[in-house]
C-alpha cells in the first residue's frame, strides 16, 4: 500500500515562503509522476504543480508560475514544492497525490494515491 505523508504548512505573511515535503512510501517511488494540488474553503482541488518519475519534466498552473518550483528527490522518496512570494489567495489545504502514468496530469482523476493535505494560510 502507498503512502503520502506532507508537511512544511503553515502560517505565513504574505510575501513569504514554505517549502512543502511529501513523503512517500510502500511502492519504489521513482515508478510515480508526482503532483501537488491545493483546495481552500468551498473551492474545487486545483492542480499546483507536478513532476514527472525522473524529475526531468514539470508542469506549473499559471497562477503559481514563477513563484512555486516543484521538485523531487527520489533517494529520499520525496517531492517538493517551493513556493515564494506567497499571497493570501494561495492560503488553503495543500495535497501531494502519485500516479502511476508516464505522463505528467493536471487533473485530480489522473493520481491514485493522496495524501492527507497540509494547510498554508497566508496572511495579509
Known amino acids: 500500500q502507498v503512502q503520502l505523508v506532507e508537511s512544511g504548512g503553515g502560517l505565513v505573511q504574505a510575501g513569504g515562503s514554505l517549502r512543502l515535503s511529501c513523503v512517500v512510501s510502500g511502492r519504489v517511488f521513482r515508478t510515480y509522476a508526482m503532483g501537488w494540488f491545493r483546495q481552500a474553503p468551498g473551492k474545487e482541488r486545483e492542480f499546483v504543480a507536478a513532476i514527472s518519475r525522473s524529475g526531468g519534466s514539470t508542469l506549473h498552473a499559471d497562477s503559481v508560475k514563477g513563484r512555486f518550483t516543484i521538485s523531487r528527490d527520489n533517494a529520499k522518496s520525496t517531492v517538493y514544492v517551493r513556493m515564494n512570494s506567497l499571497k493570501p489567495e494561495d492560503t488553503a489545504v495543500y495535497y501531494c497525490?502519485?500516479?502511476?502514468?508516464?505522463?505528467?496530469?493536471?487533473?485530480?482523476?489522473?493520481?491514485?494515491?493522496w495524501g492527507q493535505g497540509t494547510q498554508v494560510t497566508v496572511s495579509s
Open positions: 497525490a502519485a500516479t502511476g502514468s508516464l505522463l505528467v496530469r493536471r487533473v485530480p482523476a489522473g493520481y491514485d494515491y
